[in-house]
Each structure stands twice: as C-alpha cells, then as structure tokens.
C-alpha cells in the first residue's frame, strides 16, 4: 500500500465533517480583473471586508496601520473579521461574510477543488509553521513514535495537512492512531493539559506552547508546509476590482515596511497574538519567510501537487480531475502584477 493510500479512510470522515464544502464553481472563463474605476467616480463600492490573523503577520500591520481606512476614507466602510484559521478563513469566503481572506495554500486547494468560488490574488507568506509537538515529559521522541496516540488537529489547515504526511512518511495509517479534532488554540490547551499526545501545531501558538510551557517539536519539515495565500470570492473581483487591487497594494506596502521595520512588524505581532516579544522576533525571523516573490505560480503549484492527490485519497476530494481543475483556476496574478505600494495612504 502507498503511504497516501494509507491515509484514506479515516481523513475521509475527518476531512469531510469538519470541513463540508459544497457549491459550484463560479466565473469560469470570465474576466475578474476589468479595469479599476476612474477614480473621480469613487469606489466600487461602499464595503469592503477583509481578514486579520496572527498566521499572516501582514494582515496585522495592515490594519494596525490603518491604510486601508486612511485610502479609502469615508467612502467604503472597512470591516475586519478575525480568522482563527484557514478552515474558518475558508467558510467566511464561502458565505460570502469575507471579501478577502487568508489561508494556507493547502486550505485554498482543497476549497476550490471543492467547489468554492474563490482566487488566490497574493502569496503573503513562506512560512514554517506547522510541526508535530508533545509535552515536555512525552516520552514521543520521533514521528516513529506515534502509533496508537492521540494527536489534535485542526481539519482542513495545514497543520492537519502536516501530519497526513508525516504519518505517510511515517508508515502509520490514520487507523493507528486517534485524531481528536480541535482549533489551534484548543490543540495547544489539550497538549499542555495532557489530554492529548501531540499536537499538530502552527505559530505563533506552538512557539509560545515550547518557550512557556516547555512543549518539545519532535518533527520539523519545512516541505510539509504550504505557502499563505490571500484570496478572494469571484464574485468581489468581479464586482469590485479596484478594492481588490488595493488590498494587494497594501499586503505589498505591509512586505516591505516589515522588511524596513523588522522591530516594529514583531511588536505588533506580539501585542495582537498575545505572546512574549522574543517569541514573535523567532516566529517572524526564524519560521517565517515574507521576502517571497507575490505572485503564485510555479513554486506553490510545486507544493499543491503534492498534497493534491492526498486529497482525493482521502475521500476530501472525488476525483483527481477536481485537483487539476482547481490548480488551473486559482491563481489570479493581475493583481500582484499591477501592485503600487505607493497607491496607499500612510
């Protein structure tokens, strides 16, 4: 048996109650870039809604800044919507409550294959973030050693996606062990209360989880992690091209002046994601890679082909062809093309 097919049945179930995205694929074949606008004629429209999350730092200097707000002024109202990870991140877009939201690459695939209506219009991150953590006192020292434990994930993010491969690599079918479904925070809570083995964990919660509570990162592979990608519904670049576009302006104003403010860029990640300022300089400047090229193409499709077949596998997707379908449609680079930083207010 191949180590995806291993991992079939019971990510199937996991995947599928947890996540449960249905619909139909929207625009195909359709323009979602016309042309912005004239600005004399104001905005497209009056709202505009938008994530924050404290996996992409971008989004947290973004709004800390207020650029948005300051750009737009009194004529689109802005609303922020927290996402506490790409699963919620993805049912807000579907919904239609976020016009633009954050996710793993992973997270993006599996919901466009799927059905949702969506576009990744930026790539925000390079992250690490995802590795397996036990407490401190496990006596897990490998991923070798998780046979017949029980590990918390988060189904449908990439720290669940993280450790279908880590089993794979591992020879362990999702058979042999127990995946207790939990949010991030809940899987750090149920680790260091010791009601689970491990944890499948992201940043900033795992490095807080290790520094303060002593928790120990047995499996680390930076392979396994997918990029950030920032989407849209179809239906907002359609309707609305010129918020779009200057939402990409701003995540391009946000990479550089974190690369020009590196001090500032972590305190703002430390006060919004509630940890220590020695851990959001780790997360930021160790696991976290921002200095990336915005536009998705060849190096995500890379990951995405990878974790693709793992989806149809375990039952998350029906047919391989979904997978390749999706791979086709999500990428909407117009946007990062004709990005101007200076287009946005200070």
């Known amino acids: ?14 995947l599928v109650l947890a996540l449960g995205v249905s619909g139909c694929v929207e625009g195909e074949g359709s323009s979602l870039s016309p042309d912005a606008p004239d600005a004399t004629a104001g905005w497209s429209s009056d709202q505009l809604t938008v994530d924050f999350a404290t996996y992409n730092p971008l989004s947290l200097i973004i709004k800390e800044e207020g650029w948005l707000e300051e750009t737009l002024g009194d004529d689109v109202e802005v609303t922020w919507i927290q996402s506490s990870g790409s699963a919620a991140a993805n049912d807000a877009l579907r919904s239609g409550s976020l016009d633009v939201g954050s996710t793993a690459g992973s997270a993006a695939l599996l919901a466009r294959a799927n059905g949702s209506p969506i576009k990744t219009i930026d790539v925000y991150s390079q992250p690490n973030w995802s590795a397996i953590v036990v407490a401190a006192d496990s006596d897990i020292q490998s991923a070798d050693d998780l046979r017949g434990k029980n590990i918390a994930a988060n189904a449908g993010t990439d720290p669940y996606f993280f450790l279908l491969q880590t089993l794979a690599e591992a020879g362990i079918g999702l058979d042999e062990v127990t995946i207790t479904q939990l949010q991030h925070a809940d899987g750090k809570t149920a680790l260091e209360a010791g009601t689970v083995d491990a944890w499948a964990g992201l940043d900033p919660l795992m490095s807080a989880s290790v520094v303060n509570a002593g928790s120990r990162i047995v499996y680390d592979n930076p392979d396994f992690n997918s990029y950030g990608f920032l989407n849209a519904t179809e239906s907002f670049l359609q309707t609305s091209p010129d918020l779009a576009q200057l939402v990409v302006d701003a995540y391009e104003k946000a990479r ?40 998705p193409g060849q190096k995500q499709l890379d990951v995405l082909n990878v974790i693709g077949p793992i989806f149809v596998d375990s039952g998350a997707v029906a047919e391989q062809s979904q997978i390749d379908d999706a791979l086709a449609s999500l990428f909407e680079t117009t946007y990062v093309d004709a990005a101007d930083p200076s287009r946005v207010s200070e």
């Open 256 to 295: 550089q002046w974190a690369a020009d403010s590196p001090d500032d860029a972590a305190a703002i990640f430390a006060d919004v994601a509630g940890i220590d300022l020695p851990i959001a300089n780790s997360v930021l400047l160790e696991r976290t890679n921002l200095a990336i090229d915005p536009a």
């Open 1 to 14: 048996m191949s180590p995806r097919s291993r991992i079939a049945s019971v990510a199937a179930g996991v």
